[in-house]
């Protein structure tokens, strides 16, 4: 390796795509949204700019995200946003071609791993390595995953939760499901529409989780007001909506994202599931944010959980640290190109 090869990290996710630089930190943070021209399919801006399209775009321009689930849906508009990224992060006068480190969620297939590899090379990057999301987010969450002790990392994001047992720096035991931030918003705007006959954005739907969700009722519930388009008359109107209402709104979803953490834990081998009784289960991904989630964790296994800091800076973090220390963490990489 060259000693001018800039490092990227790039947490490529469903929802945001964030990108670190050793020395750094975070340079950038945006959505993993790109808008295209229905007539010449021209990518016409990507992350922040598009987002804003989003749901506001003249039928000529469509806002597309080009990751479903955490999986690449389009590749070729994935490579354009790579590149886009990678560009801004270097600036534009950098003559070297940077390594670049992408993660993956966990269940990955081989030629899922290989789209993102060549995605990356296409898009400027000299060497392109692809890393498990919970082994990133766990190195990110500054957790040892190099001891002979098991540690259960859960990482929910915008399309994916990835839930991982790690033991020397491996995965023993893990399952991804598609159920995290995104479906809780559909959860809602659907709650809000069968009660209210009330339409609402993604937007909104977004806002009235981080303003007054929460993941068990709460004695002193939190409101806020709730503005949409009336089903019915088709004319705008706001609404009050409190926080044991979207408790119950979205319990389906919650149940499966327990229901993946209990899969993983069962088929545990006994010793790794004496330590993280130990260790407890630690939650990364901006979806863990939800208030009081680490307590539905516990009551529902029984096991104690506990927030990483920063969750949703966890996996762009674990990308800068395992680009730094590429020989350390070369086992857990798996082959590069």
Do not use: W
Not at 8 to 31: C, H, M, Q, R, S
Not at 92 to 115: C, H, I, Q, Y
Not at 286 to 303: A, H, I, K, M, Q
Request: contains cysteine; hydrophobic residues 45%.
């Amino acid at each position: 390796m060259n000693m001018f090869s800039p490092k990227l990290g790039i947490d490529l996710g469903t929802a945001n795509t964030l990108v670190f630089v050793p020395g750094k930190g975070i340079v950038l943070n945006e959505p993993t949204v790109v808008a295209i021209s229905e007539v010449d399919k021209k990518v016409l801006a990507v992350g922040v700019e598009a987002k804003e399209m989003v749901g506001r775009t003249p039928d000529s321009i469509v806002a597309y995200r080009p990751m479903k689930d955490g999986v690449i849906a389009d590749y070729r508009v994935t490579e354009a946003m790579l590149r886009y990224f990678i560009d801004k992060a270097l600036g534009r006068f950098n003559l070297f071609k940077p390594d670049v480190m992408v993660s993956v969620p966990a269940g990955v297939t081989s030629t899922e791993r290989r789209a993102v590899i060549e995605a990356a090379i296409r898009a400027g990057a000299k060497n392109a390595y692809v890393v498990k999301e919970p082994i990133l987010a766990a190195i990110g969450a500054g957790i040892p995953i190099h001891e002979a002790k098991g540690h259960m990392v859960v990482d929910i994001g915008g399309g994916t939760t990835d839930v991982a047992v790690i033991s020397l720096g491996g995965i023993v035991s893990s399952t991804s499901v598609k159920c995290a931030g995104n479906k809780i918003d559909n959860a809602i705007t659907d709650y809000v529409k069968k009660t209210f006959n009330l339409a609402i954005g993604d937007h909104m739907a977004e806002n009235i989780k981080m303003n007054i969700g929460s993941a068990i009722p709460l004695d002193q519930e939190l409101s806020m007001q709730v503005k949409g388009r009336d089903y019915i008359t088709g004319l705008p109107r706001s609404t009050e909506i409190k926080t044991n209402e979207i408790v119950k709104a979205i319990t389906a979803e919650l149940r499966d994202m327990i229901k993946a953490i209990k899969d993983v834990l069962q088929e545990t081998p006994p010793e790794l599931a004496a330590d993280i009784i130990d260790q407890g289960i630690m939650l990364t991904g901006g979806s863990s944010l939800l208030r009081n989630l680490p307590e539905l964790v516990f009551r529902r296994t029984g096991v104690k959980a506990q927030l990483a800091e920063e969750p949703l800076l966890c996996v762009a973090k674990g990308t800068g640290i395992a680009l730094e220390h590429l020989d350390v963490y070369k086992k857990a990489l798996g082959a590069k190109r």
